[in-house]
């Protein structure tokens, strides 16, 4: 059976859209994945548009999501995973039957100054880190032992 997963941020136009997609890509046909934002932007930010793509994956027609709808819609999920910090994080509603609420801090891409190269760089950094959870995160779903092997970097509720 699938596991079905939300990942949420603020605006669901960097950090969440992400984790979304390299779950989807790493994880393949195991996890059922969505992502959403508690204030959702208009589009989705062109920085992370750029990097993913160097990732081999195309988000350039997609749009956000609300994690609100996702909520009253009565739509559910075994892991809601908060990828912005913790004071935003706990605004996250709490999906019925949800197994684990997990939290991953990442910095937001959309507060990034510089030249564009600058902020690619730092957007390209962000998802390595990313990366680096969801990878984690799919072998310890995997091997049934992610309440027991948790990353100390990371934060179950």
């Known amino acids: 059976m699938k596991k079905k997963v939300l990942f949420v941020c603020i605006h669901n136009s960097a950090r969440s859209q992400m984790a979304e997609e390299l779950l989807?890509?790493?994880?393949g046909e195991r996890f059922?994945?969505?992502?959403?934002?508690?204030?959702?932007?208009k589009e989705i930010n062109p920085l992370v548009v750029e990097v993913l793509r160097e990732e081999g994956i195309d988000i350039s027609g997609k749009e956000t999501n609300s994690v609100f709808e996702f909520f009253k819609q009565g739509k559910r999920?075994?892991?809601?995973i908060t990828v912005c910090d913790e004071s935003n994080a706990q605004k996250c509603p709490l999906f019925p039957?949800?197994?684990?609420?997990?939290?991953w801090s990442f910095a937001d891409p959309s507060s990034f100054e510089g030249t564009h190269e600058e902020k690619i760089e730092k957007t390209r950094a962000i998802k390595e880190l990313v990366k680096s959870d969801v990878l984690q995160f799919i072998q310890l779903v995997e091997a049934g032992?992610?309440?027991e092997n948790v990353p100390s970097h990371w934060k179950i509720d």
């Open 97 to 103: 039957l949800m197994k684990y609420r997990i939290h």
């Open 24 to 27: 989807r890509k790493y994880g």
């Open 77 to 80: 999920f075994n892991y809601v």
């Open 145 to 147: 032992g992610l309440q």
């Open 32 to 41: 059922d994945v969505l992502s959403a934002g508690l204030e959702p932007s």
